[in-house]
Nanobody, 116 residues
Framework: QVQIVESGGGLVQPGGSLRLSCTVSRFSFSSYAMAWYRQAPGKERELVASINTLLVANYADSVKGRFTISRDNAKSTVYLQLNSLKPEDTAVYYC??????????WGQGTQVTVSS
């Protein structure tokens, strides 16, 4: 069974940085475009960033220029570097495949809280 484990979240002040990691096991990781999603309290889950098998990245307008997605196929891990964090970035961050039809069971996510 595929297992998704996110980590790296925490409490950070506005303007701060975090690096999130997501490791996927028992999965043909290198064959899939991967993505980071987030869900804030009372809101729907939204796509934040994606990276395909050719390492082409795309970002939501709200995070463009501040977040950077990367992947290490040898480690079956996708990363999200979060810089210049804002309070509105507060959410639980998840990773999964980009293609909804390929979604696996969601992991527990990692909480990012941006507050002074």
């Amino acid at each position: 069974q595929v297992q998704i484990v996110e980590s790296g979240g925490g409490l950070v002040q506005p303007g701060g940085s975090l690096r999130l990691s997501c490791t996927v096991s028992r999965f043909s990781f290198s064959s899939y475009a991967m993505a980071w999603y987030r869900q804030a309290p009372g809101k729907e889950r939204e796509l934040v960033a994606s990276i395909n098998t050719l390492l082409v990245a795309n970002y939501a307008d709200s995070v463009k220029g501040r977040f950077t997605i990367s992947r290490d196929n040898a480690k079956s891990t996708v990363y999200l570097q979060l810089n210049s964090l804002k309070p509105e970035d507060t959410a639980v961050y998840y990773c999964n495949t980009l293609d909804k039809a390929s979604w696996r069971e969601w992991g527990q996510g990692t909480q990012v809280t941006v507050s002074s």
